[in-house]
């Protein structure tokens, strides 16, 4: 193992945090893909010089974005990488399980970053649905502009606009899970990183030697995705509401147990990494396949297709 010596210098972390979040605040579609790992220099510094300095550093990227841009980006910031970071860092130190980690700082990440949104929007006259909605809508209004211009058939681009119409109003009931959704891949894509560069540098003390192709969600988790399922399809108004949150949040788990299972066969298969790339590929930009493999994470319940339960209850 490479000898590892960190400098006592919080300086490099304070700085990436900086550069990370300035990067989301200047050019939004690049910042959105760089924020996401915001977190992970505060969660390092948290397990490498402990619980206090880990606070007093986010403390003191709190105080600086509080002078520099302002109250409510600053908490925006708090809300979304701050807390998911001390949260992390906490239970990776108490050396919870890697699915606890990531649920643990996601839901603590997103919760708070709901109620700040409904905090925030509080003084207006429209409702945080009707925010989100009329956003969608001025987003999907370019879009359309931009079709017309480039000279589309006016009754194809008439259909676009109804499709659009429908689509805003289901985007903006169904924010909540969005805003669950994406702190759950933050959540992973930190806890990832950081196993990866801590168990290099310091060994594997805090970390499970589970592996991702052989994680299983509860099982109970099911009834959860049909319930919702239900309500969505048969519920009115607000159950209906409620049941696409759920849903969406549902989907996208048993998607991540889906993919665990798909990088277990091309473990077992030793698939060369080329075509790993292209599969992922393949599926991150292909729908069907995207459900696909959430069927196949759903699916896997019953039939267990990596045989993991029947070695655990032989064992």
């Given at each position: 193992?490479a000898?590892?010596?960190?400098?006592?210098?919080?300086?490099v972390?304070?700085?990436?945090?900086?550069?990370?979040?300035?990067?989301?605040?200047?050019?939004?579609?690049?910042?959105?893909?760089?924020?996401?790992?915001?977190?992970f220099?505060?969660?390092?510094?948290?397990?490498?010089?402990?619980?206090?300095?880990?606070?007093?550093?986010?403390?003191?990227?709190?105080?600086?974005?509080?002078?520099?841009?302002?109250?409510?980006?600053?908490?925006?910031?708090?809300?979304?990488?701050?807390?998911?970071?001390?949260?992390?860092?906490?239970?990776?130190?108490?050396?919870?399980?890697?699915?606890?980690?990531?649920?643990?700082?996601?839901?603590?990440?997103?919760?708070?970053?709901?109620?700040?949104?409904?905090?925030?929007?509080?003084?207006?006259?429209?409702?945080?649905?009707?925010?989100?909605?009329?956003?969608?809508?001025?987003?999907?209004?370019?879009?359309?502009?931009?079709?017309?211009?480039?000279?589309?058939?006016?009754?194809?681009?008439?259909?676009?606009?109804?499709?659009?119409?429908?689509?805003?109003?289901?985007?903006?009931?169904?924010?909540?899970?969005?805003?669950?959704?994406?702190?759950?891949?933050?959540?992973?894509?930190?806890?990832?990183?950081?196993?990866?560069?801590?168990?290099?540098?310091?060994?594997?003390?805090?970390?499970?030697?589970?592996?991702?192709?052989?994680?299983?969600?509860?099982?109970?988790?099911?009834?959860?995705?049909?319930?919702?399922?239900?309500?969505?399809?048969?519920?009115?108004?607000?159950?209906?509401?409620?049941?696409?949150?759920?849903?969406?949040?549902?989907?996208?788990?048993?998607f991540?147990?889906?993919?665990?299972?798909?990088v277990?066969?091309?473990?077992?298969?030793?698939?060369?990494?080329?075509?790993?790339?292209?599969?992922?590929?393949?599926?991150?930009?292909?729908?069907l396949?995207?459900?696909?493999?959430?069927?196949?994470?759903?699916?896997?319940?019953?039939?267990?297709?990596?045989?993991?339960?029947?070695?655990?209850?032989?064992?």
């Amino acid at each position: 193992m490479a000898e590892f010596s960190p400098s006592k210098n919080l300086l490099v972390p304070l700085v990436l945090v900086f550069i990370l979040f300035f990067a989301f605040m200047v050019f939004p579609p690049l910042g959105a893909l760089i924020g996401v790992l915001s977190p992970f220099p505060l969660v390092f510094v948290y397990l490498q010089k402990g619980r206090q300095v880990g606070i007093a550093l986010v403390a003191l990227v709190f105080v600086v974005l509080l002078l520099l841009v302002g109250a409510n980006q600053a908490m925006l910031f708090l809300a979304e990488y701050a807390l998911m970071a001390l949260v992390l860092g906490e239970l990776i130190r108490l050396q919870l399980p890697g699915g606890r980690c990531i649920v643990g700082s996601a839901l603590a990440s997103g919760v708070v970053s709901i109620i700040l949104l409904l905090v925030l929007l509080g003084d207006q006259e429209t409702s945080v649905n009707e925010f989100f909605e009329k956003q969608i809508r001025a987003q999907f209004a370019m879009s359309m502009t931009a079709f017309e211009s480039m000279g589309e058939d006016k009754a194809e681009v008439a259909n676009m606009k109804a499709f659009a119409e429908r689509v805003a109003e289901g985007f903006a009931a169904s924010y909540p899970a969005f805003l669950l959704i994406g702190s759950l891949i933050g959540s992973a894509v930190n806890y990832a990183l950081i196993r990866i560069v801590w168990m290099r540098f310091y060994g594997p003390g805090l970390f499970s030697g589970k592996v991702f192709s052989e994680w299983i969600c509860p099982e109970n988790l099911v009834w959860a995705f049909i319930l919702s399922g239900a309500a969505l399809f048969f519920g009115q108004g607000m159950v209906a509401d409620a049941g696409l949150n759920i849903f969406l949040v549902m989907l996208c788990v048993y998607f991540a147990q889906g993919l665990s299972i798909v990088v277990h066969f091309l473990k077992v298969r030793r698939v060369p990494t080329f075509f790993w790339f292209v599969l992922f590929i393949l599926i991150f930009v292909q729908p069907l396949l995207i459900g696909l493999v959430a069927g196949l994470g759903v699916f896997d319940i019953w039939a267990d297709f990596r045989k993991l339960r029947t070695v655990e209850d032989i064992s």
